[in-house]
Structure formats: C-alpha cells, structure tokens
C-alpha cells in the first residue's frame, strides 16, 4: 500500500478521536443543570469541589486522548491494507470506549459529592408537562424544500435502468435515493420529540425546544441536498475511482462540519439559556439515565428520546426495541477487530482456479465464482487489467473480488490478484467474469485447458 493511500486511511479513521475529545470535554460545562451527566442546583455548579472534579476530568481525558494518538501510529508500521485496517479498527474500538470510560469515573465521582451534600430537586423522579410547550408548533419547513434533491439523486438511477452499461449500480443508486427521501421523514420526527423542559419557566422550555427543532432541521436539509450531489457525482464520475474518491471525502466533510457545527450550537445556546437555571424547582432525572449517558425509564413509552444535551436522539432501554438495538450497536462494535482478522483472511489466502468436468471454478477463502462450461462462450488472455471501478465487492492491493466495472468491457464479475498477470476473460450468455490466480503460470494452464475445451 502506498504512502497516500495509507495517509488517507488513517485519517479516515483518525478523525473520530478529536470529535470524541471535544463532545466529551464539552460534558464539564454547565448546561440543562447538567455537569458530567449528573444534575445540580444552581448554587453547586459553583462549588470549588464541583470544579476540581471538571478539572481532574478534563486532564484525565486529555491525556488519555493523547495515549490513544501515539496508539494510533502504529498503523503507520504495517504495510497490508488488511492488516492496517485490522489494527485500526481494533483502535477505533479503543477510542470510542477510553474517552468514555474517563467520563464514567468522573460522573461517579460527583454524582458521589452530590449524595453526600444532598443536592437534589424537590422534582427529583417526577415527570415535569408543560402542556404549552407540548403543544406549540414551531413554524416547520416546507416539504417542497426537500423535493428538489430526491429529483437530481433520481437522475443517476434512471441513467443507469435505461443506459447501456446495465444497471449494476441500480441498488446503490436507489439506496442514496431512498436515504435522500428520508431527510424529510427524519426531519417530521424532530416534532414528535417532547419539549425541552428543564424547570418550571415555559419561555425557557420553549426556546431550548425550538434551538434543537432549528439546528436539526438545518441539518436535515443540507443532508438531503449533499446525499442528492453525491448519487449525482457518483454518476458522472463513475469511470473515476479518484473522482469518486473525491466527491465522496467532499460528502462526508460536508456532512461531519454541519452536524458538528449544529451539535455545538445547540450546545452553546442551551449553555447560554440556562446559565441561571436550578435556582428554584427544576427537573431532575438522574436516576433513569446509566452513568448519565443511557437512558432506561421503565415508566416512560418512547422508545426514541432527546439526548441530554446538544441535538443528538438516544434510546430508552428499558423498552424491548432499545435493548435489541443496544445490543445490536454493541456486538457491531465488538466485532471490529473481527472484522479486521477477516480482511487479513481475505488479503493472504491465495486464490485457486479449477476446471472441472462441468464447471470452472475461482476459489478463494471458500468457492467464489462457479461458471458452467456449457455456458461459457468464448475466453480471453488478458495481458494488462483495463482500469477498474469498484461496483461492490472487495478491493485490495492484491485481491478484487466482487462486482467491477472494467474500461472497455463493461461490467465484470471478478476473482484475482491485479499484481499477478495474466487474466483470464470469460464471457457466458449473461455475464462476464474475469479470473486470475497468484500464480501467472497457472493462469496460463487453466487458459489453455478452457482453449481446448471450447474448439
């Protein structure tokens, strides 16, 4: 693997530790009564106690952080892709659990001070209604400003139906498409929330309830035009796999900046908003959210739910769905590193053609390809491999093995090694399939075992 590409992988993966460090380091600051998850009065949030536990936090946190950075450079120290992924996501593993394990010591520790100082609400466990706040309606955006962008993510779609290269990208385009409607579905979720209510001030709640409703829908928009550019940049770009490369970093970038810029808003604002709050009768909730972060409410019926603070949704785990999809997150996590171990199978297990009485076969880890021979047309040697544009499948160094599309020939179901000519072509009735071993000169017999069959 080269330095650039190398270069790019890590920094894909690099960026989720500074976005872990500051939403987690933005935790220490007041905000809803909260500090580190834990309610406080007014008057406590002021408490020197209080703040040296914020201050113990945030180096603890930094440092860790800065531990998980100099981790992170050993990936530099591998030269596979499979085994530069497998460490980095067995590190990405590390970075999203550290940071979080500095938070729960912290938020223990003061939820400790808060016991033994007695600093509770009188509404401490009672629900708090406002039927005002409920009920109003923020002014919604009109769904005619979603409209436009699931027209331009169709065009792509309906390129690929009807145009000659066939419709191997059909599913991707269609999903884009799909995830393209959804923008406004997701954004009509922002209104069936509950209110924003943190004391007994309704022009407060209402505020801190249409900050939220603002940055989200923001940001629902700007996701529902990008997600739309990018099925039309895939489209024009599809020979390219630098251009896809490109518009696809362009995508993300866009995306990661606005939801980052909307979460801290929100943030900031419900900081600002309730800076004087806890002074007379506010909500507090400690006692249905785990270590502050995970909310469980038995007597509650919603499944999705405000986060504490900033704009984020999380789950109610004491319903049967949030335990399914917590469950779900935590064994896709678990499974990274696995993950990782496979692509390392995948990278170093040779690939074998066998030619059979009735059929050939490209075998890899397990049997990837099997081609009738009495379906089989025609064959070809292939020197060089034309240039290739991933459709779905794997594609490493030393292993394509999937759907591709190949300049000159269109798309390809292929199986080799692109470092190890030559490369045989094998076209059948309905698709065409393109093999080849990590040895050439087995390559070569196959080729000619094909040849002799064919004449």
């Known amino acids: 693997m080269n330095i650039t590409t190398k270069i790019a992988l890590f920094a894909c993966m690099y960026m989720m530790l500074p976005l872990v460090y500051f939403m987690m380091r933005n935790l220490s600051k007041a905000k809803k009564n909260l500090i580190l998850g834990v309610t406080l009065p007014y008057e406590a949030r002021q408490e020197e106690s209080v703040q040296a536990i914020c201050r113990s936090y945030l180096k603890h946190l930094t440092i860790t952080c800065l531990v998980l950075t100099l981790l992170s450079l050993g990936a530099f120290f591998t030269k596979h892709y499979s085994t530069i992924m497998a460490y980095l996501l067995t590190w990405l593993l590390a970075a999203i659990i550290a940071p979080i394990v500095s938070y729960a010591i912290y938020h223990r520790k003061l939820k400790s001070l808060k016991r033994e100082h007695g600093w509770f609400s009188n509404a401490a466990g009672k629900l708090m209604l406002d039927t005002k706040v409920s009920v109003q309606a923020s002014r919604r955006l009109s769904a005619w400003l979603f409209a436009p962008p699931v027209v331009i993510s169709i065009i792509p779609l309906i390129c690929d139906l009807y145009g000659k290269n066939g419709w191997y990208m059909a599913p991707l385009y269609g999903t884009v498409v799909l995830l393209t409607a959804c923008c406004y579905l997701f954004y009509l979720i922002l209104y069936r929330q509950k209110a924003e209510i943190v004391d007994n001030d309704a022009s407060l709640s209402m505020a801190l309830t249409q900050v939220r409703r603002y940055n989200w829908g923001k940001f629902w928009i700007v996701m529902s035009w990008g997600t739309a550019l990018l099925n039309l940049g895939m489209g024009l770009f599809i020979w390219s796999n630098a251009g896809i490369l490109i518009i696809t970093a362009v995508y993300t970038a866009t ?201």
């Open 255 to 455: 995306v990661i900046f606005f939801a980052i810029n909307a979460e801290f808003s929100t943030r900031k604002a419900q900081e600002n908003l309730t800076s004087a709050s806890g002074q007379d009768l506010y909500v507090d909730s400690d006692e249905y959210w785990l270590i502050g972060m995970f909310y469980h409410n038995p007597y509650d019926k919603h499944v999705v739910i405000n986060a504490r603070v900033g704009i984020n949704t999380t789950l109610n785990l004491a319903h049967p769905v949030g335990k399914a999809v917590m469950a779900l997150s935590v064994l896709l996590l678990l499974a990274m590193p696995f993950f990782g171990l496979w692509m390392m199978s995948e990278e170093f297990t040779p690939i074998q053609i066998v030619v059979t009485d009735s059929a050939v076969e490209a075998q890899h880890t397990a049997l990837a390809y099997s081609v009738s021979l009495d379906n089989v047309q025609s064959v070809e040697l292939l020197e060089t491999l034309p240039a290739a544009v991933k459709i779905a499948g794997t594609g490493m160094d030393t292993l394509l093995k999937g759907k591709f599309r190949l300049a000159g020939i269109g798309a390809c179901e292929l199986c080799l090694d692109p470092q190890t000519t030559p490369f045989i072509l094998i076209y059948t009735a309905g698709r065409t399939y393109v093999f080849g071993t990590n040895d050439g000169a087995q390559t070569r017999a196959v080729f000619a075992l094909l040849t002799e069959f064919l004449e």
